[in-house]
């Protein structure tokens, strides 16, 4: 079975710290994708990074970095010089396969709060 | 439009009703889905339309849940007789395939069961 563990429930900083989220996943399957999601209070869910099982290297965008270690089944998510807009319920999830985006596993969610 | 519309954007329904929700997809989106968003159960996935295939409906909680998508379009989620369990925010997304592209997701519809 697949699971998405993400323990961090809620992070308080304030703006220009750096923060990062953890996310831990659990699959038997050697083929898969792991993504990253943020849905601000309006709602919708914004996708933010897709990176699959056979591609280790770590990805910076802009603020926004990502840590792929299979070794530790970790996908963590790292925002330098948090901003208030960065706060926002942010998901970690998995898919099996080659499915791409037909069925997602969640993890919970991590809701971050920015203080100017 | 330019997005992925769901509506209404709030439902409040006695229970034991029934409920139509829809999901205007991106056009040219092949791949539609739908997902729900609970305190209890967090982001669950419902169901997966794919162009004409059939439907991928292992999500679906239980058999008075059930979709359809018209024309490869617009998509219409129905839960029948709704308990109280059904409170959700239910979201739905498309995709212009099913794998391997980007999929843009809806804001949702609040549903509370009363």
């Known amino acids: 079975a697949q699971k998405v563990t993400q323990a961090q429930t809620e992070i308080s900083v304030v703006e220009k710290e750096d923060v990062t989220l953890d996310c831990v996943y659990e699959t038997r399957d050697t083929t898969y994708y792991l993504f990253w999601y943020k849905q601000p209070p309006s709602g919708e869910l914004v996708f933010l990074i897709r990176?699959?099982?056979?591609?280790?290297q770590n990805e910076i965008s802009g603020r926004y970095s990502w840590n792929f270690q299979k070794s530790t089944s970790s996908f963590n998510f790292t925002i330098t010089a948090s901003q208030v807009v960065d706060s926002a319920v942010y998901f970690c999830?998995?898919?099996?396969?080659?499915?791409?985006?037909?069925?997602?596993?969640f993890g919970t969610g991590t809701r971050l709060l920015v203080s100017p | 439009g330019a997005g992925v519309s769901q509506s209404p954007s709030n439902k409040v329904t006695e229970k034991g009703k029934d409920v139509e929700l829809r999901c205007d997809p991106i056009s040219g989106h092949t791949a539609l889905y739908w997902y729900r968003q609970s305190l209890g159960q967090g982001l669950e996935f419902l169901i997966y339309f794919q162009g004409n295939s059939a439907p991928d409906k292992s999500g679906l909680p239980s058999d008075r849940f059930s979709a359809e998508r018209t024309g490869g379009s617009v998509s219409t989620l129905t839960i029948q007789r709704t308990q109280q369990e059904d409170s959700a925010v239910y979201l739905c997304a498309s995709s212009l395939l099913a794998g391997g592209t980007e999929a843009f997701f809806g804001q949702g519809t609040r549903l509370t069961v009363v």
């Open positions: 999830a998995l898919s099996k396969g080659n499915t791409g985006f037909q069925k997602l596993v």
């Open positions: 990176r699959n099982s056979f591609d280790e």
